[in-house]
């Protein structure tokens, strides 16, 4: 069980829901990375006004087979799920996304003022 509180924005949904048709195991790695989840980690994305990314390991995948994770995270326990893909499909997000993803963070800090 997590401490942390997980909100999924729908494009996380809709990339999530995608990348299940190619892996069966995707729920039982994202089970995984929820439990094991430490906002401590990731890289801050610049650009996105302070949202991370964090790789999530695959079963039986090596990096280039692996996940990446863009969330954002709030006060103590709030975490917000922005995108997922993996990474042998995209090497990194373009600008355009990168701005769609600050508007998002942005939206995030104005409901938590």
Do not use: C, P
């Not at 997980?6 to 990375?33: A, V």
């Not at 439990?35 to 990314?53: P, R, S, W, Y």
């Not at 893909?85 to 938590?112: A, C, G, T």
């Amino acid at each position: 069980m997590s401490k942390y509180q997980f909100t999924f924005i729908d494009s996380f949904k809709k990339e999530y829901k995608e990348l299940k048709k190619r892996n069966i195991d995707l729920d039982n790695d994202f089970e995984n990375f929820i439990n094991e989840f430490d906002h401590l980690k990731g890289d801050v994305v610049i650009g996105t006004k302070g949202a991370k990314k964090i790789r999530m390991r695959g079963k039986n995948r090596g990096k280039s087979g692996a996940y990446r994770i863009y969330y954002y995270f709030v006060l103590d326990d709030k975490v917000f799920l922005l995108r997922m893909f993996k990474k042998s499909d995209i090497e990194d997000v373009s600008f355009k996304e990168l701005f769609e993803i600050s508007k998002i963070v942005n939206s995030i800090k104005e409901s938590y003022k």
